[in-house]
C-alpha cells in the first residue's frame, strides 16, 4: 500500500466511522475511548486525529480523547497489587459518563494486543476483570440500552497485527492488518457510504423475515452442537442501524454482517461447541463448549483458558444463561477471509454466534420500559458481562421452529435458508 | 547515539527521576501528567514506561498516566467553539486530585511544541489560557506548597526539537534534543547520581549564604535593565531540593540550576529588559521589557506577542505582580550551550529570571501556615498564573542591598561574587 493510498484509506475510514458508524449530529460531543485497554491505545493516534477532524468538519461541539497503553497497563499486572490491579481508573469513567449524560456520542477505537496478559495468573487476570465490568457498568448500560449513538471499530496495531497475520514480517502484518481493516468494513470499495446502504438494506429485510415468524425457538446442529434455545414472545431482530433514544440512527459496529435477537433466559439445552477460539481479558479461551439445562449453563469444556471461561461465567448468575442468538452467514466477507483477527467485534462477524450475560432490552418489544424483573420475566437476562462467543461454520444446520411445532429451515451448511426477494 | 545508548540513558533518565526528582516512596501512587498539554505527548511513552518500571520497582503502589495529543488540542483550537475551547478537562483535574489527595507524587513530563498556536488569534488563545489557568488551579495549589514530592522534567519531540536544532535534519534534531536532555540532566556523567548530590550541596550553599545576608532589595543592572526589588523580612532561599509535607525530600525541577526567594509584592522600581523570548500559551513573546511602580507592572513593551503578554498580567491583580526572584550564573551548564530550548523549564536554568505571579509561601519564614491575606500583608504575592520570564546575560550586575543601607556584589557580569568555600 502507497502511503498516499494509506492516507486516503483512513481519511475515507474516519469519514464512514462518522457519517456511517456514529452519525454524528451537529452540536454533539464526541468520547472517543477503549474501555478494555482504560484508552484508546496510543498507536491509534494517526486515525484518531482524522475522526476529530471528520468529527468537527460534521459539525461536532467538541472531541474528547481518552488515552491508554497496553505496556503500562501490562507493567501494573506484572508489579501492582491485586487490589490495585483491579482499581479501574474512575476519572476515565467519570469523564466519558459526562459526555454520555450530555447526550454526546461514543466511539470505542479496538487495537487490543489479544496476548498480552498471557503470562499472568488467571485468578488474578479474573479478578481484576469482574471489577473491570463493575467500574464500567455505567457506561454499557447507557450504550447497551441505545441512550446515545456510538460505535465499535478497529485499527491496526504492531502487537495486534502478527497474531493475525503470524507468517509476515511485522512490519507487513501492521500493513496487512489495516488493508484487511480496510476490505471488511468496505472503505476500499469506490463508495464506501453506498455500499453500507446496500448492506444494511439486506441485512434488514433478513432481520424484517425473521421477525415476522416469530419463531418458538431455534434447534442448532453442528459437530459437537445440538442446541435448542427458545425465544421469547415479542423478541425482536436487530441489524446493522439502531435507533438511539437521542433521535439518531447509527451503526454500533463497524464491520456488522450479522442479525441478532434475544434468547429466552431460562430455554436453553443441549451443548454448543465454539468454533473460533475467544480472545478474553488478554489471553485466548481455546477449543470449548458449554452444555445447558434450563438455560444455565451446567458443564465448561476448554482445551484452553478453562478456569478463566469458568470464573467468568461464575460473574453472576446471569453471565451463565445466553444474551444474545446473532445470525452471520458462512459466505460473509469476514468468514470468506478465511482467517481469525483475534478480536471479537470482528470475529463475530465471521459466525453465527451467541453471548453469555447481558441481553439488549431493545430485543424484545417494550423491552425499553420494563424493569430489569419485568424484563426477566419475559426472558430478557440481566448480567454486568456480554461476551460473543463464535458457534458458526459450514457445517452448521439451524432450524426454527413455530409455536405449533412446524420446522423451517433458516440455514443449511452455515448459509441462508430463506430468501427475501 | 547508538540505539543501545540510547535506551540505557533513558533508563538511566527514568530512574534519575524517580530517585532524585520525586524520591517517590514505597507505597505511593504516581500521576504523570502535563498540564499545559492537556496530557502527557503520545511520543513521550518510552519514556514513561521506563518510568513507570523504575517507579515500581521503587516500590510505588500504582502508576496512572494521563495522555494528551498536540495535535488534537490544535484541531480544537482551530475547530471548536470559544467556550468550548476554553474547557479543560475537569475529569483529568479529578484524576490527578485524587491521587493528590491519597499523597501520591506528580510528574510532570514536557514536550510542548512551542509554536503550536502561532496562528490562533490571540484574545482566543489569551481567553484559552485564563480558563486553563483557572482549572488547574486545585492542583498547582497543591504542588506550589509542596503538598506532595513532584517533579518538572522534558522529553525531547518531533514537534519540540527542531525549534530547538533548525538547521538539523528532523531526525537528528529530535536525537540532539534527547542527547542535550541527558547533558543538561547529568545522566551522561558516569554516576548521574552522585554528580546530582554533589550540584545540590552548592547550590544549598549559595542558598544560605544569601538566606543568612537577607538582604533588604536587590538592584539589578545590565543594558535595558535598572530594577530595585525588595525583599520581605524573613524571606527564605529555596534550592534544588524541597521536603514536602508528606515528609518526602524531592528535586522539583530536573534540570535545576537556579536558587530562588520572594520578592515583596509591593516592591519593584524601574525597567526590566528579558534576555530571552518567553514561549507562552503555544507562542513566543519576544524582545520585551516591564516597566513597575511601586510592585505593579505599569508598562508593557514587546516586539511580538504584546497582546498576549498583555492579557497575561491583566489575569488577575497578582499577575502585574512578582512572585519570585531567582539567581543563575552564566557559565551554568545550560548557559554554556550557547541556545534557547523553547521550553522555560529549561531555559530558566540559562539565566537569572523573575516570575510574575503566585509566590511560593515557603520562601518566607513560616509562610506555610498563613492565610493568603496574612502573606500578602508579608509581601508575598497571589495569582492563578505563575510564570518565570528570564533576565541574565554577562552583562548582569547584582547588588545585594542591606537594611542599613550596605552595598554588596552578589554578581558581576553574570557571575557569581561572593565566595562559599
Redesign the interface.
Known amino acids: 500500500m502507497l502511503a498516499s493510498e494509506f492516507s486516503e484509506n483512513l481519511k475515507k475510514y474516519a469519514d464512514l466511522i462518522i457519517h456511517v458508524g456514529l452519525n454524528l449530529g451537529k452540536g454533539q460531543r464526541l468520547a472517543i475511548i477503549n474501555l478494555s485497554t482504560a484508552?484508546v491505545q496510543?498507536h491509534a493516534?494517526p486515525l484518531?486525529?482524522e475522526i476529530?477532524?471528520s468529527a468537527?468538519?460534521a459539525g461536532?461541539?467538541?472531541?474528547?480523547?481518552f488515552?491508554?497503553?497496553e505496556?503500562?497497563n501490562l507493567?501494573?499486572y506484572?508489579?501492582?497489587?491485586e487490589k490495585?490491579i483491579a482499581?479501574y481508573?474512575?476519572?476515565?469513567v467519570?469523564?466519558i459518563m459526562?459526555i454520555i449524560e450530555s447526550g454526546g456520542a461514543v466511539l470505542t477505537i479496538r487495537s487490543n494486543n489479544p496476548d498480552l496478559l498471557g503470562n499472568i495468573d488467571p485468578d488474578l487476570l479474573s479478578k481484576a476483570q469482574a471489577a473491570y465490568w463493575e467500574a464500567v457498568n455505567p457506561i454499557l448500560e447507557k450504550t447497551g440500552s441505545n441512550t446515545v449513538n456510538w460505535c465499535v471499530t478497529s485499527a491496526s496495531s504492531p502487537d495486534w497485527a502478527p497474531r493475525v497475520f503470524p507468517l509476515a514480517s511485522p512490519e507487513e502484518a501492521y500493513e496487512n492488518l489495516w488493508q484487511a481493516i480496510f476490505q471488511i468494513t468496505r472503505v476500499d470499495q469506490p463508495d464506501p457510504g453506498a455500499a453500507w446502504e446496500a448492506h444494511i438494506k439486506e441485512l434488514e429485510s433478513r432481520s424484517q423475515y425473521l421477525e415476522a415468524k416469530q419463531y418458538a425457538k431455534f434447534h442448532y446442529q453442528a459437530p459437537g452442537t445440538d442446541l435448542t434455545v427458545g425465544l421469547p414472545k415479542g423478541h425482536l431482530w436487530g441489524s446493522a442501524r439502531d435507533l438511539a433514544k437521542n433521535g439518531i440512527d447509527f451503526v454500533a459496529n463497524l464491520p456488522t454482517e450479522e442479525i441478532f435477537t434475544l434468547p429466552h433466559r431460562e430455554q436453553a439445552e443441549g451443548i454448543v461447541r465454539a468454533t473460533l477460539p475467544l480472545p478474553y481479558g488478554g489471553i485466548t479461551i481455546e477449543d470449548f463448549s458449554l452444555t445447558f439445562e434450563n438455560g444455565r449453563v451446567v458443564k465448561v469444556n476448554a482445551k484452553k483458558g478453562e478456569k478463566v471461561l469458568q470464573n467468568l461465567i461464575d460473574t453472576d448468575e446471569g453471565a451463565a444463561r445466553l444474551g444474545e442468538a446473532a445470525l452471520v452467514p458462512h459466505n460473509s466477507p469476514i468468514a470468506q477471509r478465511g482467517h481469525l483477527f483475534y478480536n471479537p467485534l470482528i470475529d463475530e462477524n465471521a459466525a453465527c454466534h451467541l453471548a453469555i450475560g447481558k441481553a439488549y432490552p431493545f430485543t424484545l418489544k417494550g423491552g425499553d420500559s420494563l424493569s430489569k424483573e419485568e424484563f426477566a420475566e419475559h426472558g430478557g437476562n440481566n448480567s454486568l458481562i456480554h461476551i460473543d462467543f463464535m458457534i458458526g461454520s459450514n457445517e452448521m444446520d439451524i432450524d426454527g421452529i413455530t409455536e405449533d411445532g412446524t420446522v423451517e429451515p433458516v440455514m443449511r451448511d452455515g448459509l441462508w435458508a430463506f430468501d427475501v426477494y
Open positions: 484508552g496510543l493516534a484518531v486525529r476529530t477532524c468537527f468538519q461536532a461541539e467538541d472531541v474528547e480523547v488515552w491508554g497503553d505496556a503500562i507493567l501494573r506484572e508489579n501492582a497489587s490495585v482499581r481508573p474512575s476519572w476515565q467519570k469523564g459526562d
